[in-house]
């Protein structure tokens, strides 16, 4: 989704049909080829090694900003919300680590997680971040998320300054997962504007954001995490044609391109291939044919038969081929510039 993707840049420097290099600290270009063409005079590649510019396709920048509750930093395998903090984070084996977190404990119940979080952390504006924090913000994503399901959530609740309880509505035995993909707010600086204007506890804050065009991110100089190697990370929104004219430039080092240009190569660029999953499915009702309380249509007594849509998932069985690209791994891949 448009708001996710922008999201993995980060902790994968994306992993899908780029053209990658080392930084650049200038400005980006930005908008189409002919903008680009018109800045290029004013750009040059390379730079500092603790900075660079990414180019990627418009539908990357986040429509709704950088607010958790409406998907910012909800990746389907990445979570990292940049800007903010998460309670828990997902290693690459997809087991599960602790970001502010320091202890979790669940009851046997399995209704309430008690977390323990840092007491060391502070937003960049300098407030303390505590177990308030947390708490408003699961509760202000339960109520107005647009994007991820909390019906599992009853209530958040602050212990004290360091501890927060989940109070469930049902047992979640992937709760821990859900933690690594909620970035935590200040409730003392949430609002309407929070997505433009956000601030957090992560690795980055947001400097710059030309909608449409470019976002700049600068390394938090109070992040309580291993040392930021990047300082500064630039992304400038193009289309895939204009993003591999400005790496054929040396104008970016990163580069979000089509498939297509898989086999061309640019002096100072290496090919870089990724294997991916290209998951398909589709929805067939699962009800008898009938109206609902409006009098409209539903249901189907043809798939409303279990033995069917078993039938139909055995012939779809992606490892025999018979479903076109379902389930199969694809070839992808990026250019990174030599080092």
Request: some cysteine; glycine content about 10%.
């Amino acid at each position: 989704m448009k708001r996710r993707k922008l999201s993995f840049i980060i902790a994968m420097m994306f992993g899908i049909n780029l053209l990658s290099a080392c930084g650049s600290g200038q400005e980006a270009p930005r908008g189409d080829g002919r903008q680009q063409e018109e800045q290029g005079a004013e750009l040059s590649g390379g730079g500092a090694g603790d900075s660079v510019i990414v180019a990627m396709g418009p539908n990357s920048e986040p429509e709704a900003g950088f607010d958790p509750a409406y998907g910012w930093g909800a990746g389907e395998h990445v979570h990292e919300p940049l800007i903010q903090s998460t309670l828990t984070v997902t290693n690459p084996d997809l087991s599960i680590g602790y970001d502010l977190a320091t202890d979790m404990q669940v009851s046997e119940d399995g209704m309430i997680w008690t977390v323990t979080i840092r007491d060391d952390v502070k937003f960049t504006d300098g407030e303390a971040l505590t177990a308030s924090d947390v708490a408003f913000t699961y509760n202000t994503v339960k109520e107005t998320s647009s994007v991820n399901d909390f019906t599992m959530l009853a209530e958040a609740v602050a212990v004290d300054d360091t501890t927060v309880e989940f109070h469930m509505a049902q047992a979640y035995s992937i709760w821990p997962y859900t933690m690594a993909i909620v970035g935590i707010v200040p409730e003392h600086a949430y609002g309407s504007d929070y997505g433009e204007h956000p601030i957090g506890s992560g690795r980055y804050l947001m400097k710059q954001w030309d909608k449409g065009q470019q976002i700049i991110f600068e390394a938090n100089p109070d992040y309580y995490g291993e040392e930021i190697k990047m300082k500064q990370v630039t992304i400038v929104f193009m289309e895939e044609d204009a993003a591999f004219a400005a790496a054929m430039a040396g104008q970016v080092d990163l580069a979000y391109t089509a498939a297509a240009y898989s086999d061309q190569t640019i002096d100072g660029y290496e090919l870089l291939a990724f294997e991916t999953v290209d998951n398909r499915g589709f929805n067939l009702p699962a009800v008898p044919a009938g109206t609902d309380e409006g009098g409209n249509a539903v249901g189907n007594d043809f798939t409303a038969d279990s033995q069917v849509r078993r039938a139909i998932n055995i012939g779809l069985d992606g490892s025999s081929g018979n479903a076109g690209k379902c389930g199969k791994r694809l070839r992808n891949a990026r250019l990174q510039r030599m080092r």
